[in-house]
C-alpha cells in the first residue's frame, strides 16, 4: 500500500474517532435534558 494511501486511512480513522468522541462528550455533558425533551414530546420509548 502507498504511504499516501495508508496515510489519508490514518487521518480519515483519527477523524472518526475525535467525532464520536465528541457526541459521547456532548451526550454525558446534555443527555439527562435530551431524554426528558424526548419524554415531554412522547418520543422517550425509542430508548
Not at 19 to 27: D, E, H, I, P, Q
Amino acid at each position: 500500500m502507498p504511504v499516501g494511501t495508508a496515510a489519508k486511512i490514518l487521518a480519515g480513522a483519527a477523524l472518526l474517532a475525535a467525532a464520536t468522541g465528541l457526541a459521547f462528550a456532548s451526550w454525558i455533558d446534555h443527555g439527562a435534558a435530551i431524554f426528558m425533551t424526548m419524554v415531554e414530546a412522547g418520543i422517550s420509548w425509542c430508548f
